[in-house]
C-alpha cells in the first residue's frame, strides 16, 4: 500500500523549531518530488515548499524562506521539514505529499497525502 | 496567481448535480487540479490537468476549462461527496489553491 506517514508536530514557544518527518512506504521515494502543504485551524490549503527528487532543487513558499529548509533521505525513504523561528501564525496541520506527474506533460499534481501532523506555535 | 472559487458554499440533495467554479488570475492553460476534502482527514486528488479523472476515483466527478476557467461537476451528489472542494493551479511555484467550495446537506 502507497503510504506517507507524517511526525513530530507539537506545542512550542514562538521562536521555536521543530523538525517534521514523513516516511513514505509502497513506493520508490527517490523516483519523485514531494512536498509540504499545511492547513492553519478553520482555513484552506496552503502549499509550503517542494524538493526535487535528488534534493538539488527546493522552493518555498514567501512566508517561509530563512526560516524553513526541506530536505529528504532516499536511502530512508524520509522527508524532513525543519521549521526555525516559529511564529503563531506557523501554526497548523502539516501534511506531506508526493508529486505526481500527467504523463507525457510537466502537469503536476499532489497524488498521495500523509494524515498530517499538528504544529501548534504558542506561548 | 489568485486562485478564486465559486461558491464559497452551497447546499444541495443527494442525487443534485453540483457545479463548483475556480478562476485563475492569469491564464493558466490546464494546469489544474480539484481535490476533496472531509473534516480531520487528507485533502484527496479527483481531477488533474484540469479533466483527467484519477484513478479509483468515482466517474460521477468531472472536471473541464482551460485558461483562466474551470468547473469541477459531480452529476449526481452521493452521501460521501459532502465535503469541502479545493482548486489548485501548477502553473508556477508557488502553487496556490482556492479557497475551497463547502458543499452541505440542503
Known amino acids: 500500500e502507497v503510504q506517507l506517514v507524517e511526525s513530530g508536530g507539537g506545542l512550542v514557544q514562538p521562536g521555536g523549531s521543530l523538525r517534521l518527518s514523513c516516511v513514505a512506504s509502497g513506493f520508490t521515494l527517490s523516483s519523485y518530488w514531494m512536498c509540504w502543504v499545511r492547513q492553519a485551524p478553520g482555513k484552506g490549503l496552503e502549499w509550503v515548499a517542494n524538493?526535487?527528487?535528488?534534493?538539488?532543487?527546493?522552493y518555498f513558499v514567501d512566508s517561509v524562506k530563512g526560516r524553513f529548509t526541506i530536505s529528504r533521505d532516499n536511502a530512508k525513504s524520509s522527508l524532513y521539514l525543519q521549521m526555525n523561528s516559529l511564529r503563531v501564525e506557523d501554526t497548523a496541520v502539516y501534511y506531506c505529499?508526493?508529486?505526481?506527474?500527467?504523463?507525457?506533460?510537466?502537469?503536476?499534481?499532489?497524488?498521495?497525502w500523509g494524515k498530517g501532523t499538528t504544529v501548534t506555535v504558542s506561548s | 496567481i489568485q486562485m478564486t472559487q465559486s461558491p464559497s458554499s452551497l447546499s444541495a440533495s443527494v442525487g443534485d448535480r453540483v457545479t463548483i467554479t475556480c478562476r485563475a488570475s492569469q491564464s493558466i492553460n490546464t494546469y489544474l487540479n480539484w481535490y476533496q476534502q472531509k473534516p480531520g482527514r487528507a485533502p484527496n486528488l479527483l481531477i488533474y490537468a484540469a479533466s483527467n479523472l484519477q484513478s479509483g476515483v468515482p466517474s460521477r466527478f468531472s472536471g473541464s476549462g482551460s485558461g483562466t476557467d474551470f468547473t469541477l461537476t459531480i452529476s449526481s451528489l452521493q452521501p460521501e461527496d459532502f465535503a469541502t472542494y479545493y482548486c489548485q493551479e501548477s502553473y508556477t511555484t508557488p502553487v496556490t489553491f482556492g479557497q475551497g467550495t463547502k458543499v452541505e446537506v440542503k
Open positions: 524538493i526535487k527528487q535528488d534534493g538539488s532543487d527546493k
Open positions: 505529499a508526493r508529486v505526481g506527474l500527467a504523463a507525457g506533460t510537466d502537469k503536476y499534481y499532489m497524488d498521495v
